[in-house]
């Protein structure tokens, strides 16, 4: 595949500043997809919208190597989006206080003759968190643009522990997009 173009489609700061670790230049186009995917499974699902997201672009962009992601957060097999607003935030994190929880970020990779995509599971446990934490952490607004409503990244009080991959639970697995990126340049 020939291409000296590379397009990230997301507006993620989070995604952008991962990607700039394997990737030195790229433009970022954030995707218009409609990102909805009722009923499927939560692994399904990043996947899903992480190929809706990077159609939408590639459409736009057919010269270039498109990426797209979605991360999902799901509990007891349900998905947790992003809040609605800080009340939901609250609730979401006192449900998750000392619980743990699955983290996926479904990802597609799309250029000219060249197709590919997937998803990451990672596993998150949560400390205990007090409802000062909570509200303190809320009021902050950090949670408010993030899948389960919580950064791993923001503060280390938040995550007990965690299995796999650290920066696909922050929203782009870098392990296996380098991988992604090293086979499509071949």
Known sequence: MKTNRFVLASASPRRREILSRIL??????PSDADEHTEGLPPREAAEAVAIMKAESVFARCPDAAVLGADTVVAFEGRILGKPKNARDAAETLSMLSGKSHEVFTGWCLLAPGYRASGAVRSA????????????????????????????????ARIV???????????????????????????
Do not use: C, H, W
């Open 160 to 186: 007990k522990r965690y299995e796999g991959s650290f920066t696909n639970i922050v929203g782009l697995p870098e392990e296996e997009i380098k991988i992604q990126l090293e086979k499509l340049v071949k």
């Open 24 to 29: 030195p230049a790229f433009e970022v186009i």
């Open 124 to 155: 998150v446990e949560f400390n205990v968190l007090s409802d000062e934490f909570i509200r303190s952490y809320v009021a902050s607004g950090l949670p408010m643009d993030k899948a389960g409503s919580y950064g791993i990244q923001d503060d």
